[in-house]
């Protein structure tokens, strides 16, 4: 598994600032954000940064996880939804995967998503929290 | 013109590892440390944690209370010891990620345990010559001790940063100074995965001298006495030395006991002194003076002069505060844990 810089690189403004596109048309927020609104195919967007707050909506544990997470299973997959409606799926950390329930209140937080080996880039990002 | 501290932030890893578990491992004497140094647990970084995403969490925090624009900061400095890339700025990434790109100068630093009070140093100066509207400074590490060394008992993890500037104060810099000489206490050569350091020689003649040297030299410049002060944090190795510093110089326990940090944290490297501010400033009142003196091996320390202004009251409750981020949400991990979290088993491929 190696990770590519250029690809990491340019999804620096979702992975690093949580940065969506709201639709000026009928105001669905977009993230990643988008050329065209996915609810109303309009064009003109105004970009908004995401409130890291939010709530688990549902959630898997996972055992045996592919290579690139070796080492860190168990852990939680969740899809989380956010104050403006939008849906991320994100690991959530420093949690027992027993303890984690739907609705549970969560924050994003920037961490280290995975690297390349002991000597590739590391590419950065955000998981959930308990909040 | 007067500079200062315009929102600071903290962050501290939720793991915690127990000194006795570390003792048991290598049938060393937990007594020893817990009373001999006073320390108990210190703070261990999950596999996702590290002087990069600490240094994120805490300068968003000290970014809510400064409550300015990101592309008003025109520098940004991360001191530490545990970058994660040899080459390649941790700068760019917590720059990056607050949205302060591109108009903004960056520089990583290293100085052992006083990184971080070094870009405070720079980011300060900047202000106050006008380069600069906004500077960053964050301290941040996630050290490491040799398995079984005297350093694995407190070699911590966490991250404080301070926004600076020169209107919305929640702090006024009265007085900066440096005391710095040649001293082969502590070091790690390149390639090195740990450091190695002079034993007793990282005493007196390191941290002590060093310490009190900028502390008197500190007063003196501002003109100020131990009685005028309502706190002083020093850098924190261990949960004794600190105490004996500020004792020494004619501190009280009381005013040393809201940044002193380590016996439950452990040492932070450039995150030391640094997060005891952001423990004082979470409760220091408006007029409050504070003396903050960090300590660096090789050696030197920054000591600073800080009086508090009516404004923190505004800000205080926008970011979590630090001795709640110290005292919950632990997650208590044993030694097996802690030696896979940081990296100290040799896996296969
Ligand atoms: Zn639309």
Redesign the pocket.
């Known amino acids: 598994m190696s990770l590519n810089p250029a690809r990491v690189a340019r999804e620096f403004p979702s992975r690093y600032r949580l940065e969506a596109a709201k639709?000026a048309?009928?105001?669905?927020v977009a993230f990643p954000a988008r050329l065209v609104?996915p609810?109303?195919r309009?064009t003109k967007h105004t970009a908004v940064t995401l409130d890291p707050a939010g709530k688990v909506l549902t959630f898997t544990v996972i055992h045996v996880p592919p290579a690139e997470f070796k080492g860190q299973a168990p852990y939680v997959l969740a899809v989380v939804e956010l104050a403006d409606g939008v849906r991320v799926t994100c690991q959530v950390a420093d949690v027992d995967p027993a303890a984690v329930k739907t609705g549970m209140p969560v924050s994003l937080e920037f961490r280290r998503i995975q690297e390349d080996g002991e000597a590739g880039v590391i590419a950065y990002g955000h998981k959930a929290v308990p909040a | 013109m007067s500079v200062g501290i315009v929102g600071y932030g903290s962050y501290v890893p939720r793991r915690r590892i127990k000194l006795p578990d570390i003792a048991r491992v290598w049938g060393a004497d937990a007594e020893s440390y817990e009373r001999g140094l006073e320390l108990h647990e210190k703070s261990v970084p999950a596999r996702d944690e590290d002087t990069i995403t600490m240094a994120v969490t805490a300068a968003r925090r000290a970014l809510k209370r400064a409550g300015i624009d990101p592309l008003t900061i025109g520098a940004v400095y991360v001191g530490s010891e545990s970058h994660p890339y040899a080459v390649k700025p941790s700068g760019t990434v917590l720059a990056e990620a607050l949205g302060a790109t591109p108009a903004v100068h960056c520089a990583d630093l290293e100085f052992a345990c006083k990184a971080g009070s070094e870009g405070m140093f720079i980011a300060a100066s900047l202000v106050k010559a006008g380069e600069v509207q906004h500077a960053l400074a964050v301290g941040a590490d996630t050290s490491q001790g040799a398995p079984g060394d005297a350093l694995e008992y407190s070699a911590a993890a966490g991250a404080a940063a301070f926004i600076f500037g020169a209107d919305k104060l929640v702090a006024t810099l009265d007085a900066q100074c440096s005391f710095m000489t040649d001293t082969p206490d502590f070091w790690r050569r390149e390639y090195m995965h740990y450091p190695r350091h002079a034993g007793r020689f990282t005493g007196e003649p390191a941290y002590f001298k060093h310490t009190l040297g900028a502390a008197k030299m500190l007063m003196e410049k501002s003109g100020t006495k131990p009685a005028d002060f309502a706190f002083a944090v020093f850098h924190q190795p261990n949960g004794k030395f600190p105490m004996r510093a500020g004792k020494m110089l004619g501190f009280t326990t009381e005013q040393m006991q809201q940044g002193w940090l380590s016996p439950w944290l452990g040492n932070t490297y450039s995150g030391a002194s640094p997060i005891g501010l952001t423990a004082i400033l979470d409760i220091a009142k408006p007029g409050d003076r504070i003396l903050m003196v960090s300590y660096g091996s090789g050696s030197g320390s920054d000591g600073f002069v800080w009086t508090v202004t009516p404004r923190i009251d505004e800000v205080r409750a926008l970011a979590p505060h630090t001795r709640v981020l110290l005292d919950t949400n632990k997650i208590y991990v044993d030694y097996g844990t802690y030696a896979k979290l940081r990296g100290k088993i040799r896996m296969g491929e």
Request: hydrophobic share 10%; with cysteine; aromatic share 0%.
């Open positions: 639709c048309g009928c105001g669905h609104c609810a109303c309009g």
